[in-house]
């Protein structure tokens, strides 16, 4: 008789993601089932419903001490929860432009998929140990490539090819260099990594640095950037939106839990240091490619681009403080991104014209409502007041100075001064007066959109006045 | 109370978004309200006022902190008095949007200058760059404009931002404007001075940094600019004289001679620019720009005197600015030009509208009896007794050249033959005149009774410093005691 080496508790951990994984079953069978009624609005709630059950789920272990369930496999603490809310948050904001756009036949398995990848970029959140985090990965990128792809357009093809070659070299790479690692730690366990002997090993320094680079593709940091655009603007509105902030998210939280955890601590700068270099480098690149698109998706990845450099700038000096701000500062990106996502969606039918620049000309003669909420959210990705986009830039700041990063901050400052131009961009197209005052008011079949739009402004505002950071949030491995 | 001060206008601003898109009167009447509310508001709640509530405890402390006193309360009157003479002398093609931005811009300002906590003031820095922004959108001539204005400004407002941010972390707390002060030390000094330093001289603005300031205030409509450049150019100086003069005294004194030099090269600049300019508002925006370096002349000799000068000048200034600015309005309204040489002869078919110009580009080149005389007297003398004598030299001859080209802007405009082919219109109607009156009315009184600026919270020096090499530990403590309005300030800070 084997005796059954996992406790309950370590079900419990995971729960959250098989609620997920378990949901999407369930949309496939209710997409079955109602065919003939309103199927889009049946496998939205269901996801919806199945989302927020896991999340409610997730946040009853919140403030228990952290477990370590499967061996160390998945950690369940205040970090990975608040990774977790981040992502189930960012899926249901996606899941609800799903109301205008889409075929109405491929809603139910676009949910179904997306959930999928939901519970691996969940998994992602706790996973403390090499195996777990590929498998977190590729069970969130599996679900894009096809999701990707889900479109009427050639574009959606060639992005669903570009992202899986792409995103498969990447994944290539983070998994030559987890054998590294495996081979000079003999385990898979980030926690096995912090042995001081380690760092005389070159297998772990290619290792390491292998490791990086596959994160910062999937974060698309500067050097590894280019397919994000591409891959943003073919695929479908929902999509992006779901991209741009749920695969950051839960990258961050690997990223995270190893430069915070998982490094003997020797070695923590030099193998670092060139990662913040290229976040350093991201907020100017991703702000410059900004200056020159036509295409709101893809005004919005190179946006994502940049402000994901802030992000882990903010990671930068390993200090308590600087891991809070940058989830601080990731909720907050979350809510202005999606925000302008829901925008776009709002502007669009299954064509998704909203998502051209022009088509934003003279909206606030249109539409003036759209127009005061997208430059809201503009306002708040450019780092203007009263958004929190404003505060967590100052936490970011002064955590860089603190921690003795103060060249992230000037190129902070410097990224952040160049993407105004951008961002006031599209706000002076809205309220141009020149514009044609006759467009036809695209009809929005989105109306769940409103809804988020308005939860998105009122976060961005409440965050400001009541920037709430959770302390017991420090990544660990053990 | 100073909470009201700046919700008021911006929630109005807000709604009167509801109005139809026409409307001219019912916003206008709505916007007078609200500004004669936060002009009153502030003079029958008599104490200071104050706000506070907790914001932030980590990285550093800041409180969402705002009250009035000394300087920031008569900073407060002057914005609540040009706002409302803007709201009244608007009238364009869109009445009720311009008002709005304007009372927005009232609300963003309230909170720049009744703010107690430095991270709430670069909050309200940043905010106050929207409205004009929206303004040279909608009204501009250029589309370059407002790039410019926007980007000069929020480079600084983000340098502002990183100042803040280290400035925060070296002393713990933001909460800190108007408090007893101990200046900041260690080698980030200089650099967190140089952030603030950036900002506030791109905002007033400081010669080098000033080339978005001509276009921005020649393509805005004129109420617009006539709040700009009388009130939101002078956060830079209220920047100064209450962030860095107290916490980075000895940056100051050791960076002084760059802005010495800088604001000497505008008053000469300006002043030779606005000579030979032939667009009156250009005129007036380079007159701004020497008229705006004497008072960073002012604050970097540092003496007392120059300094209560200097509080003088940013209220005069701010009264003749925004009804040159106004009045250049109406005339640019009646005949569809600025240019002088297009212009002439005004003063026979419009006496009032006249007169009115008369008294305001007056009060520009400081005639004495106009509160801008008593301004710069003072400020010289400062200036001349903390031992800059050549400093105080050199800033004479601008003063001189003010008489020249205000004198020739009102020569052109109104004196000389009249020009026949641009189209004779009326004289200044009752609710034109009404709108200037209050600013020229302020302007003569505050000329005959300087005392009510130079006494009120601004208290005289305590004691005679005679010629001063730089600062000195006991100038500066005393400096935000008496920009404030009084000791009793630090009592009444809540959060720690």
């Given at each position: 008789?084997?005796s059954?080496?996992?406790?309950?508790?370590?079900?419990?951990?995971?729960?959250?993601?098989?609620?997920?994984?378990?949901?999407?079953?369930?949309v496939?069978?209710?997409?079955?089932?109602?065919?003939k009624?309103?199927?889009?609005?049946?496998?939205?709630?269901?996801?919806?419903?199945?989302?927020?059950?896991?999340?409610?789920?997730?946040?009853?272990?919140?403030?228990?001490?952290?477990?370590?369930?499967?061996?160390g496999?998945?950690?369940?603490?205040?970090?990975?929860?608040v990774?977790e809310?981040?992502?189930?948050?960012?899926?249901?904001?996606?899941?609800?432009?799903?109301?205008?756009?889409?075929?109405?036949?491929?809603v139910?398995?676009?949910?179904?998929?997306m959930?999928?990848s939901?519970?691996?970029?969940?998994?992602?959140?706790?996973?403390?140990?090499?195996?777990?985090?590929?498998?977190?990965?590729?069970?969130?990128?599996?679900?894009?490539?096809?999701?990707?792809?889900?479109?009427?357009?050639?574009?959606?093809?060639?992005?669903?090819l570009?992202?899986?070659?792409?995103?498969?070299?990447?994944?290539?790479?983070?998994?030559?260099?987890?054998?590294?690692?495996?081979?000079?730690t003999?385990?898979?366990?980030?926690?096995?990594?912090?042995?001081?002997?380690?760092?005389?090993?070159?297998?772990?320094?290619?290792?390491?640095?292998?490791?990086?680079?596959?994160?910062?593709?999937?974060?698309?940091?500067?050097?590894?950037h280019v397919w994000?655009?591409?891959?943003?603007?073919?695929?479908?509105?929902?999509?992006?939106a779901?991209?741009?902030?749920?695969?950051?998210?839960?990258?961050?939280?690997?990223?995270?839990?190893?430069?915070?955890?998982?490094?003997p601590?020797?070695?923590?700068h030099?193998?670092?240091?060139?990662?913040?270099i290229?976040?350093?480098?991201s907020?100017?690149?991703?702000?410059?490619?900004m200056?020159?698109?036509?295409?709101?998706?893809?005004?919005l990845?190179?946006?994502?681009?940049?402000?994901?450099?802030?992000?882990?700038?903010?990671?930068?000096?390993?200090?308590?403080?600087?891991?809070?701000?940058?989830?601080?500062?990731?909720?907050?990106?979350?809510?202005?991104?999606?925000?302008?996502?829901?925008?776009?969606?709002?502007?669009?039918?299954d064509?998704?014209?909203?998502?051209?620049?022009?088509?934003?000309?003279?909206?606030?003669?249109?539409?003036?409502?759209?127009?005061?909420?997208?430059?809201?959210?503009?306002?708040?990705?450019?780092?203007?007041?009263?958004?929190?986009?404003?505060?967590?830039?100052?936490?970011?700041?002064?955590?860089?100075?603190?921690?003795?990063?103060?060249?992230?901050?000037?190129?902070?400052?410097a990224?952040?001064?160049?993407s105004v131009?951008?961002?006031?961009?599209?706000?002076?197209?809205?309220?141009?007066?020149?514009?044609?005052?006759?467009?036809e008011?695209?009809?929005?079949?989105?109306?769940?959109?409103?809804?988020?739009?308005?939860?998105?402004?009122?976060?961005?505002?409440?965050?400001t006045?009541?920037?709430?950071?959770?302390?017991?949030?420090l990544?660990?491995?053990? | 109370?100073?909470?009201?001060?700046?919700?008021?206008?911006?929630?109005a601003?807000?709604?009167?978004f509801?109005?139809?898109?026409?409307?001219?009167?019912?916003?206008?009447?709505?916007g007078c309200m609200?500004?004669?509310?936060?002009?009153?508001?502030?003079l029958?709640?008599?104490?200071?006022?104050?706000?506070?509530?907790?914001?932030?405890s980590?990285?550093?402390?800041?409180?969402?902190?705002?009250?009035?006193g000394g300087?920031?309360l008569?900073?407060?009157?002057?914005?609540?008095?040009?706002?409302?003479c803007?709201?009244?002398?608007?009238?364009?093609?869109?009445?009720?949007?311009?008002?709005?931005?304007?009372?927005?811009?009232?609300?963003?300002?309230?909170?720049?200058?009744?703010?107690?906590?430095?991270?709430?003031?670069?909050l309200?820095?940043?905010l106050m760059l929207i409205?004009?922004?929206?303004?040279?959108?909608?009204?501009?001539?250029?589309?370059?404009?407002?790039?410019?204005?926007?980007?000069?400004?929020?480079?600084?407002?983000?340098?502002?931002?990183?100042?803040t941010?280290?400035?925060?972390?070296?002393?713990?707390?933001?909460?800190?404007?108007?408090?007893?002060?101990?200046?900041?030390?260690?080698?980030?000094?200089?650099?967190?001075?140089?952030?603030?330093?950036?900002?506030?001289?791109?905002?007033?603005?400081?010669?080098?940094?000033?080339?978005?300031m001509?276009?921005?205030?020649?393509?805005?409509?004129?109420?617009?600019?006539?709040?700009?450049?009388?009130?939101?150019?002078?956060?830079?100086?209220y920047?100064?004289?209450?962030?860095?003069?107290p916490?980075?005294?000895?940056?100051?004194?050791?960076?002084?001679?760059?802005?010495?030099?800088?604001?000497?090269?505008?008053?000469?600049y300006?002043?030779?620019?606005?000579?030979?300019?032939?667009?009156?508002?250009?005129?007036?925006?380079?007159?701004?720009?020497?008229?705006?370096?004497l008072?960073?002349l002012?604050?970097?000799?540092?003496?007392?005197?120059?300094?209560?000068?200097?509080?003088?000048?940013?209220?005069?200034h701010?009264?003749?600015?925004?009804a040159?600015?106004?009045?250049?309005?109406?005339?640019?309204q009646?005949?569809?030009?600025?240019?002088?040489?297009?212009?002439?002869?005004?003063?026979?078919?419009?006496?009032?509208?006249?007169?009115?110009?008369?008294?305001?580009?007056?009060?520009?080149?400081g005639?004495?009896?106009l509160?801008?005389f008593v301004g710069?007297?003072?400020?010289?003398?400062?200036?001349?007794?903390?031992?800059?004598?050549?400093?105080?030299?050199?800033?004479?001859?601008?003063?001189?050249?003010?008489?020249?080209y205000?004198?020739r802007?009102?020569?052109?405009?109104?004196?000389?033959?009249?020009?026949?082919?641009?189209p004779?219109?009326?004289?200044?109607?009752?609710?034109?005149?009404?709108?200037?009156?209050?600013?020229?009315?302020?302007?003569v009184?505050?000329?005959?009774?300087?005392?009510?600026?130079?006494?009120?919270?601004?208290?005289?020096?305590?004691?005679r410093?005679?010629?001063?090499?730089?600062?000195?530990?006991?100038?500066?403590m005393?400096?935000?005691?008496?920009?404030?309005?009084?000791?009793?300030?630090?009592a009444?800070?809540?959060?720690?």
């Open positions: 008789m084997i059954n080496p996992y406790t309950s508790q370590d079900w419990i951990a995971v729960a959250p993601l098989f609620i997920v994984g378990g949901v999407a079953l369930v496939l069978l209710a997409d079955l089932l109602a065919r009624y309103a199927n889009r609005y049946v496998s939205m709630f269901i996801g919806i419903a199945g989302l927020i059950a896991a999340g409610v789920y997730a946040a009853y272990s919140y403030g228990q001490p952290p477990h370590n369930a499967f061996g496999g998945f950690i369940l603490g205040g970090f990975s929860i990774f809310e981040i992502i189930i948050i960012a899926a249901i904001f996606s899941l609800v432009l799903y109301s205008g756009i889409g075929r109405e036949d491929r139910a398995g676009s949910t179904a998929l959930l999928w939901t519970a691996g970029a969940m998994l992602m959140a706790g996973a403390a140990n090499l195996m777990t985090i590929f498998l977190g990965l590729e069970l969130l990128s599996l679900g894009l490539y096809c999701l990707c792809g889900l479109a009427d357009r050639p574009t959606a093809r060639e992005a669903a570009k992202y899986l070659i792409l995103s498969s070299t990447a994944s290539g790479f983070l998994l030559f260099g987890m054998a590294m690692l495996f081979g000079a003999g385990s898979v366990t980030l926690a096995s990594l912090v042995a001081p002997g380690v760092g005389a090993n070159p297998l772990y320094w290619m290792g390491g640095g292998l490791f990086l680079v596959g994160l910062a593709f999937k974060l698309s940091l500067f050097p590894f994000s655009p591409d891959v943003y603007e073919g695929a479908p509105l929902p999509v992006t779901y991209m741009s902030v749920v695969t950051k998210a839960a990258t961050l939280a690997v990223f995270a839990r190893f430069a915070y955890a998982a490094l601590p020797a070695s923590t030099a193998l670092l240091m060139p990662f913040y290229i976040a350093g480098i907020m100017i690149a991703g702000n410059l490619g200056l020159a698109q036509t295409d709101m998706k893809r005004l990845a190179y946006s994502g681009i940049a402000q994901i450099g802030y992000v882990v700038a903010a990671l930068a000096g390993g200090t308590q403080q600087g891991v809070r701000y940058a989830i601080y500062y990731l909720v907050a990106y979350k809510f202005m991104n999606l925000g302008a996502f829901a925008v776009v969606a709002l502007l669009s039918t064509k998704e014209e909203g998502s051209r620049i022009s088509s934003f000309h003279g909206l606030a003669h249109r539409h003036p409502v759209l127009a005061a909420a997208m430059t809201f959210f503009l306002l708040a990705l450019a780092g203007f007041p009263p958004t929190a986009g404003f505060l967590g830039k100052i936490l970011i700041l002064s955590v860089n100075v603190s921690a003795g990063y103060a060249w992230l901050a000037g190129l902070l400052i990224g952040t001064a160049i131009y951008a961002y006031f961009k599209v706000i002076r197209l809205m309220y141009d007066r020149h514009a044609p005052r006759a467009q008011v695209v009809a929005s079949r989105a109306p769940l959109a409103y809804v988020s739009v308005a939860i998105c402004l009122v976060f961005i505002v409440v965050m006045f009541y920037p709430y950071t959770p302390s017991n949030v990544p660990m491995v053990k | 109370m100073s909470l009201v001060l700046i919700l008021l206008p911006l929630v601003g807000c709604a009167l509801l109005l139809p898109r026409t409307d001219r009167m019912l916003s206008r009447a709505i609200v500004a004669a509310i936060t002009f009153f508001l502030p029958v709640a008599g104490n200071n006022g104050t706000f506070a509530a907790h914001w932030l980590r990285p550093f402390t800041a409180s969402l902190h705002f009250a009035w300087l920031s008569w900073l407060v009157l002057l914005l609540a008095l040009c706002t409302f803007a709201v009244l002398a608007t009238n364009m093609a869109q009445t009720r949007t311009m008002v709005a931005l304007l009372l927005m811009l009232e609300g963003t300002m309230m909170g720049v200058f009744t703010a107690r906590d430095i991270l709430a003031f670069a309200f820095w940043d409205p004009p922004f929206f303004a040279l959108v909608g009204w501009g001539e250029h589309r370059e404009t407002a790039w410019r204005y926007l980007i000069y400004n929020f480079s600084g407002g983000l340098l502002l931002l990183l100042a941010a280290a400035f925060g972390v070296i002393y713990g707390s933001t909460d800190v404007i108007g408090a007893a002060a101990h200046p900041i030390v260690g080698g980030w000094a200089p650099w967190i001075f140089a952030g603030f330093a950036f900002a506030f001289a791109v905002k007033t603005p400081l010669f080098p940094l000033h080339t978005w001509p276009a921005t205030y020649a393509d805005s409509p004129p109420p617009m600019v006539s709040v700009v450049s009388s009130v939101q150019s002078k956060a830079g100086l920047g100064f004289l209450v962030i860095t003069l916490f980075m005294p000895a940056a100051m004194a050791e960076w002084r001679w760059i802005f010495i030099t800088a604001s000497l090269i505008s008053l000469l300006g002043a030779f620019i606005a000579l030979a300019q032939n667009d009156a508002k250009r005129i007036v925006a380079y007159s701004s720009l020497s008229h705006l370096g008072i960073v002012a604050i970097f000799s540092a003496n007392p005197v120059a300094l209560q000068g200097a509080v003088v000048y940013i209220v005069a701010g009264l003749f600015s925004a040159l600015f106004l009045i250049l309005g109406y005339i640019e009646r005949k569809d030009t600025r240019s002088l040489v297009r212009l002439g002869g005004l003063g026979k078919a419009n006496p009032k509208l006249a007169g009115a110009f008369t008294i305001a580009a007056l009060g520009a080149l005639l004495p009896g509160a801008g710069e007297l003072v400020i010289l003398t400062g200036v001349f007794q903390s031992g800059y004598f050549w400093p105080a030299l050199i800033a004479l001859v601008p003063i001189v050249l003010a008489s020249a205000m004198l802007l009102l020569q052109g405009i109104i004196n000389g033959p009249q020009v026949n082919d641009i004779q219109r009326r004289d200044l109607t009752w609710i034109e005149g009404l709108a200037v009156a209050p600013l020229l009315a302020a302007l009184a505050l000329g005959v009774y300087p005392y009510a600026v130079l006494s009120s919270g601004v208290a005289a020096p305590s004691g410093y005679g010629i001063s090499s730089g600062f000195t530990r006991h100038e500066v005393g400096a935000p005691s008496f920009m404030m309005g009084g000791a009793e300030l630090g009444e800070r809540r959060f720690k």
